[in-house]
Each structure stands twice: as C-alpha cells, then as structure tokens.
C-alpha cells in the first residue's frame, strides 16, 4: 500500500502541475491519475487528502457543485511575477543561451502545465556579439559569496582588448583586495573594493577581471560613512566623460 505521505505528495504534485484559476480537476479525473497497481483511490479519500492539504496551509480551492472542481491556488510566486522573471532571464547580457534555456525551464516549473509556455514570452532580444558571458556569471557569484563571508579575493586584470577572447595570460599583476559591493549599470557588473595600503576604494569592471580567488584573509572593514551607490554613480558618470572626450 502507498502510505499516507507519498499520498498527498503525489495528489500534491497532481493538484500543481495540472490545476490553476482556469484548469480544474474532478474527484474522478484526481483517482484515475493517482490510482495504480498498490493503491485504490476513493471520493472520501480524495476529500480528506485535500482537506489535509489545505490544513497545511496549500491553497487547494474548490469550485462547488454537483461534483465539486479543484485547482491550485496561490503560488510561490504569481504569473506575472514569473513573466518578469523570464524576461529578465531572456534579456540578460552576461548569460549564455544555454543557461537561459535552463533557467527557464526551472522557471516553469513554479507554474501549471498550461501556464508554462507562457513564461517564455515572445521576446526578440538583440544582443550584441560578446553577450553571454557565462565567465561573468560565475565570477559575480564568487564575488558575492566573498562580500558575504567578509574575505578578501585575489584576481589579474586583464590587458587591453574587447570581447570574450582575452586571456587570463594577457593580465596583470595579481591585485589582493577588500571586495565591498557589486554594481550593475543596466549593461555591466562593476566590482567597488578596497585595495593597497590605504584600502582606497576603486571601481572596476567585472569583464575586466579573471583567474578570481577567495582568500582565507579577513576583509578590511568598510570606510566610516562610506556610500558604495553614490561612489558608483560619481565613477560611471566620469568614465562616460572620459570616452566622450577621446
């Protein structure tokens, strides 16, 4: 016999996948899913594993009448919520076809099956020739778990050039610093971390490091009344005169 738990974890599952406000399922459609070789399924059973359901705080509705419908109400996150996620999944710069491909797929999974292909909306997104960077993603993710555990990291800038293509060996010295904040202008990450003696904060683009390291030492303390938001605005804006100018 099917015990009780796998039970409601497979009504459960049923009730997600197959249900939302404009798909219903009946007693009869939920027993012939459920049912198999070790089990049989009855009204009552369905009745009070859904009433279990609710209990535990799911959002099993029932659409009262001669045979009473049920759906899957409220989500972990609503469709609309799930769309914008998808468009900004689709529209990102520093994520390859391929990871969006999979992120998407995970993202459908918050949703019924009949809610799912439209999370992926109808988007062109013309993106330039060195979007896709899956290098950038996980360097922002080392960055962010550094910030987090208060380390510093160690990296090699890298030389002169644009695109994918430079190569680690094409950098620099390595830098050792205090990483405090990562920064996205609506195109790129940018990395504001304190570095040398006197831990003066710099900004510096996420492209334009590699060969990134979490070191064991502690990071230095962030700077009295030191504001990373406008630091970021104040170098942006600088850095767009300065190419303007050339």
Sequence with gaps: MVSNKSRLLRLYRYLYVNTDEQ????KAEIMDALRDDESIYSRQTVRDDIDTLSREGYDI????????????????FTLDELR?????????????????????KKLKGFCSRYQADTIERHL????????????IYDMVNQIN???????????????????????????????TCTPLDLVWDGRNFHLIALTGEDNEPVLSAAADLADLLILDEEGA???????SDEFAVREL????TEQREE
């Design 61 to 76: 509705e029932t659409i009262v009448s001669s045979g009473n419908y049920y759906y899957f109400g409220d989500r972990e």
């Design 84 to 104: 914008m996620m998808g468009d900004a999944i689709a529209s990102s710069r520093f994520i390859g076809r391929k990871q969006k491909d999979a992120l998407l």
């Design 23 to 26: 798909h219903f399922a009946t």
């Design 145 to 175: 778990d550094a910030i987090c555990r208060g380390r510093k990291i160690r990296f090699r800038q890298l030389g002169p050039g644009t695109g994918r293509r430079r190569k680690a060996s094409a950098a620099g010295e390595p830098v």
């Design 124 to 135: 062109i997104c013309v993106e330039p020739a060195d979007s896709g960077d899956a290098r």
């Design 221 to 227: 303390p962030r700077p009295a009344g030191f504001r």
């Design 237 to 240: 804006a600088s850095r767009r």
